[in-house]
């Protein structure tokens, strides 16, 4: 029953669609012939329709929903009929007839991608989500943080880093075992947009700041500047890049051992490094202790920084917490996250 029920055959579909001005026939023509004109050859087998909808009952259409049939069949370049010449405008013909056949539809199911469909148990605020972010270091605290990002519905992240990835990541990365010997920021990208539908992650295996003018202009098109490097010469780069406007800068660092979390944020036009770096002093935590480092292996002579994957993801959920209170209320601060020994987190500002 009208309009309660879903059209069951081609023919009460084309009459639907009649109503609100639409020719099935003649969309049905037009595609089977674009299909055919194709120089590799394929086929169609579903067709796929919208219609906008709201939220809410009564609302104003927000969205659109979609519906899938399965089964469409058009004519294909080879295809021919008893008693008819091989010919499009003969095939366009056979399209035609499908819209008005008795031949049952099969409907498919289907769901709603949208950005907060998929995210009705949790998101970030709007603020956050409209931000342009730029990640330096795609180490296992950058793509930690990256990952909570993503998947809270900040979609636009490009990300810079100048290493690959090496087994010995594997221990706290977010990567896996495929991307072993890959750059880290073009292999964090893929994997970011692997996450959800919606995201549009880039990455450049390069150092900061950036060398070619494309790079620059990106660089300057992103809204949120988010360093991971825990390098004090990328703090004194941030300070030297024209940034062309204000821009919300926090900087990111695990103390030794992973037992705590340097903060720094600012909401300026250019990067007051000078600060940072004396915040940074000021919030000093544990001391560097050579005793505790490992090596990466037999032979080897460069310590590793110690530290858990459970370290490293308990520290990217404080950082991004961090981040919201940055974007919603910009200001200077440094802040020094430590766990003290009941598991809670102790928080320290800077003077």
Do not use: Y
């Amino acid at each position: 029953m009208q309009p309660w029920e879903a059209p069951a055959t081609w023919r009460a579909l084309g009459n639907r669609l009649r109503d609100e001005d639409i020719d099935l026939s003649d969309v049905l023509a037009s595609v089977g012939s674009a299909v055919r004109g194709r120089t590799k050859p394929g086929t169609l087998d579903r067709l796929v329709m919208s219609f906008p909808i709201s939220d809410r009952v009564g609302g104003v259409p927000d969205r659109r929903h979609w519906l899938a049939i399965t089964n469409l069949s058009l004519a294909d370049k080879t295809h021919t009929v008893k008693g008819f010449r091989p010919t499009e405008r003969n095939r366009r013909r056979f399209d035609t007839q499908l819209a008005g056949s008795s031949r049952p539809l099969a409907w498919a199911r289907t769901a709603s991608w949208a950005s907060d469909s998929l995210r009705r148990r949790g998101r970030a605020s709007e603020r956050l989500r409209d931000k342009r972010v730029l990640l330096i270091g795609a180490g296992s605290l950058g793509s930690s943080v990256a990952e909570l990002l993503v998947r809270m519905g900040v979609s636009k992240i490009h990300i810079l880093d100048g290493d690959s990835l090496d087994a010995g990541n594997l221990s706290r990365h977010v990567l896996s075992m495929s991307s072993v010997g890959k750059a880290k920021a073009p292999a964090l990208a893929d994997w970011l947009n692997s996450l959800a539908p919606d995201a549009d992650a880039s990455g450049a295996r390069a150092l900061f700041p950036p060398t070619s003018a494309e790079e620059t202009r990106t660089v300057q098109g992103c809204d949120l500047i988010l360093d991971c490097t825990g390098d004090d010469d990328v703090l004194r780069a941030l300070a030297d890049v024209s940034w062309n406007g204000e821009k919300i800068f926090v900087s990111l660092g695990m103390t030794w051992g992973c037992q705590g979390l340097m903060a720094f944020a600012a909401s300026e036009s250019s990067f007051p490094v000078e600060d940072a770096l004396s915040r940074f002093i000021g919030l000093q935590g544990p001391r560097l202790n050579i005793d505790d480092a490992a090596v990466d292996g037999i032979g080897c002579w460069s310590p590793v920084f110690p530290g858990t994957a459970e370290d490293v993801r308990l520290w990217a959920s404080v950082a991004l917490g961090f981040i919201r209170d940055m974007v919603e209320k910009p200001r200077r601060t440094g802040v020094l996250f430590e766990r003290v020994t009941d598991g809670s987190i102790k928080r320290t500002e800077s003077e």
